[in-house]
């Protein structure tokens, strides 16, 4: 924990019951409180909060772009980003009150290269990247930096979920790039880093005021954001 004081939020909070074990004798208090982040209304904005990390994320079915219904859209980019906007818009003002902090948006390395099957959740995730960038000019002048942390595999329930032959393998035409996408995602499984190790280097991306805008938390993650790099040189 680093000395902060922590209110780490959740849709359930008994799945934190793990966290109050762990941070016991740490320095710093942690607190865990219910968070839907499609409620926003219901956010309790700490006094005196330095920091804020969106990393709230949803996935669904793995679908041709011509196969996926508007829903779908909808119901993704009302988790990956408008609750982001929200919960940010909500926080911005405690930090300009306390002269300063960082927010820190986690996204996707997949957003840096094409991946099939995947465009609700690449461009939901893309749209938050677009946010930030904007954020950053915007609220630079209170003392406000803007960090985007692009992981790549975690250990987590939901890359543990992604374990499967995307969806649109049942469309015509679409079972090859399925297939395709199943065997790519198996064959970087050894690159998984664990949610310590990831969160470790987003505490020091956090930490350090001379981090840029991006940065990666795990092996995959910093192997995707260098090619990316050396390809705008």
């Not at 359930?12 to 019951?17: L, Y």
């Not at 893309?126 to 630079?140: N, P, R």
């Not at 995602?185 to 020091?204: F, G, N």
Request: hydrophobic share 45%; net charge negative.
């Amino acid at each position: 924990m680093r000395g902060f004081d922590v209110l780490a939020t959740m849709r359930d909070p008994s799945a934190g019951e793990s966290l109050r074990a762990e941070a016991e004798g740490a320095a710093g208090r942690l607190e865990v409180e219910r968070l839907d982040v499609t409620e926003p209304e219901a956010l309790r904005v700490p006094d005196g909060l330095r920091v804020l990390v969106n990393n709230a994320g949803l996935d669904r079915e793995y679908l041709p772009v011509e196969h996926t219904p508007l829903s779908q859209w909808r119901a993704m980019f009302e988790t990956n980003l408008f609750g982001v906007v929200e919960i940010t818009r909500l926080a911005i003002p405690a930090l300009r009150r306390g002269g300063g902090g960082v927010v820190c948006n986690v996204t996707t390395c997949s957003t840096l290269v094409g991946v099939p099957l995947f465009s609700v959740y690449r461009a939901s995730k893309a749209a938050v990247s677009a946010f930030g960038e904007s954020l950053q000019t915007e609220v630079a002048p209170f003392g406000i930096r803007v960090l985007e942390v692009m992981p790549g595999p975690i250990d987590t329930d939901m890359l543990a979920a992604s374990d499967r032959l995307p969806e649109g393998a049942r469309h015509e035409g679409y079972l090859a790039p399925a297939e395709n996408l199943l065997r790519g995602r198996r064959a970087v499984a050894h690159l998984t880093a664990s949610p310590a190790a990831a969160a470790e280097r987003i505490v020091d991306a956090i930490l350090d005021d001379d981090a840029p805008l991006r940065v990666a938390c795990d092996p995959l993650g910093e192997a995707q954001l260098g090619a990316w790099r050396a390809g705008r040189a």
